[in-house]
Nanobody, 122 residues
Framework: QLQASGGGAVQAGGSLRLSCAASGRTFSPFVMGWFRQTPGNEREFVAAIRGNTMIISYADSVKGRFTISSANAKDTVYLQMNSLKPEDTAVYYC?????????????????WGQGTQVTVSS
């Protein structure tokens, strides 16, 4: 089970930190990812981290502004979002998959959190 939190409303240029807490069944090895979705659009990849490593990947649209990190071994993953833009407005989802490869598409992931709304105003 994944529980995402930390969304909210900010002005452009502001920051938010999303958290994703995992409980229950775990994978080893594992990858945790963040995706986002706006109405009428596909869920798009934002960032992913291979558990307990520094193997990380970001979407080009967030590189240099967002940072994914993990804490407490497999328990929690964070997404620090700085220099937010109105186009970052979306529902953000965390997800987990087993295996070594970083996942970039929705159907690679096994479990999903419930989503948290991020709204950036200009």
């Amino acid at each position: 089970q994944l529980q995402a939190s930390g969304g909210g409303a900010v002005q452009a240029g502001g920051s938010l930190r999303l958290s994703c807490a995992a409980s229950g069944r775990t994978f080893s090895p594992f990858v945790m990812g963040w995706f986002r979705q706006t109405p009428g659009n596909e869920r798009e990849f934002v960032a992913a981290i291979r558990g307990n490593t520094m193997i990380i990947s970001y979407a080009d649209s967030v590189k240099g502004r967002f940072t994914i990190s993990s804490a407490n071994a497999k328990d929690t993953v964070y997404l620090q979002m700085n220099s937010l833009k109105p186009e970052d407005t979306a529902v953000y989802y965390c997800a987990v998959k087993g295996g070594w490869s970083l996942g970039y598409v929705r159907n690679e992931y096994d479990y999903w959190g419930q989503g948290t709304q991020v709204t950036v105003s200009s």
